[in-house]
């Protein structure tokens, strides 16, 4: 444990992290920059400061407020939690026998303790942490494991543990018990299901499911409210990942932990980003077929490189202009990341789907 070490540094961390979200918070005023046109709302003059604009925060992707410790814990049903610092979520079980915790992000840290703490004395339940389930291995989610101790027991996908172990990093522990498709957990009268159903966003992604509750924890594959992060949420295995929306949509769930942002997800948040994601698809399949590749030819000649990315970022921005223009105001931020997930999502037609456009013609 190096990172989070010493209440200095959480401090420290967590002035930091406020201040973003005040800075955040201040967004809106911005709204009176945004002009008509078809793109209203896309990042606009920038500020003296040089950075960009965006449109205004749609208020139902937002969240409940934080307390005074910069965090919110709220019930989801029965002995069911969830927590987050409004950029970052876990969830966790109060049982009969302590708590099982899924994730532990850095960025909530020591309010993890804090929020299980006030939970388990208002419910006169035990506030030791028995178990700790990992959504996958990356340290955004779960580097504030080594906080709760050396007795939790610690669950993921054995792919999860070869990569911890190779990761070799002192805040998150290997997990000890693995499993390869399916795990049932019980603790003190309580039950999650850990389901394996291939790579997506990383290649150890689970979904964690609370059958009695009616509640589907996976990490990184849909955020509720707001369009997938940069480079559709970083993920190594791009068509895996659009199927595992299908596939958090089969279970039978009527809230949904999504790991991100500052709120919980509905059937419908599902419903809209596999919406949004089809037509960055859709887009991407038009628009290699329609983009004139001469001029990036004419213009570069043996640069290859050149003539790629300029193509590419051409095909990126065609693809994103009407899905932008489509979903601002629907989901938060989609003038922020849509051309970095249209680029992701034009790349993946060409190397993964084989549509190689301009570029795969043969001789
Ligand atoms: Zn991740």
Not at 19 to 38: E, H, Q, R
Not at 278 to 299: H, I, M, N
Request: proline residues 7%.
């Amino acid at each position: 444990m190096t990172a989070l070490s010493g209440p200095q540094r959480e401090a420290t961390s967590r002035r930091r992290f406020l201040a973003a979200a005040g800075t955040a918070a201040a967004v809106p005023a911005a709204a009176a920059l945004i002009g008509g046109g078809p793109l209203a709302g896309t990042a606009r003059a920038a500020t003296p400061g040089g950075l960009p604009d965006y449109a205004p925060i749609p208020p139902g992707a937002l969240g409940p407020a934080l307390n005074a410790d910069g965090y919110f814990v709220g019930n989801i049903h029965g002995n069911l939690y969830w927590v987050t610092d409004s950029v970052y979520q876990a969830m966790f079980l109060t049982t009969g026998d302590g708590v099982v915790l899924v994730d532990a992000p850095p960025t909530i840290g020591h309010n993890l303790l804090r929020a299980i703490g006030a939970v388990t004395q208002a419910n006169g339940r035990p506030a030791n942490v028995t178990h700790l389930v990992y959504s996958h291995s990356h340290a955004d989610h779960i580097g504030a494991s080594s906080l709760l101790g050396a007795d939790a027991v610690r669950i993921g996908h054995s792919e999860c543990r070869r990569l911890l172990l190779r990761d070799d990093d002192p805040n998150r522990p290997a997990p000890t018990v693995t499993f390869d498709d399916h795990y049932v957990l019980e603790a003190g009268g309580e039950r999650l299901l850990l389901d394996y159903h291939g790579p997506n966003h990383t290649p150890d992604n689970i979904f964690i499911y609370a059958p009695d509750h009616q509640t589907l924890m996976v990490v990184d594959v849909i955020f509720p409210g707001w369009v997938p992060f940069k480079n559709l949420a970083v993920s190594q295995d791009i068509p895996d990942w659009i199927s595992a929306q299908d596939v958090a949509m089969g279970y039978q769930w009527q809230t949904l932990v999504g790991g991100h942002l500052g709120r919980l997800g509905q059937r419908a948040d599902g419903d809209l980003q596999i919406a949004y994601v089809a037509d960055l698809l859709a887009g991407a399949r038009a628009t290699v077929a329609s983009l004139d590749p001469a001029p990036f030819f004419a213009k570069y000649g043996n640069n290859s490189w050149a003539i790629f990315k300029a193509y590419l970022d051409a095909a990126a921005a065609e693809v994103a202009g009407p899905v932008i223009a489509k979903y601002l105001g629907k989901l938060a931020a989609a003038d922020v990341f849509t051309a970095d997930n249209a680029y992701v999502m034009f790349e993946a037609l060409r190397v993964e789907y084989g549509m190689l456009g301009p570029f795969g013609d043969h001789p």
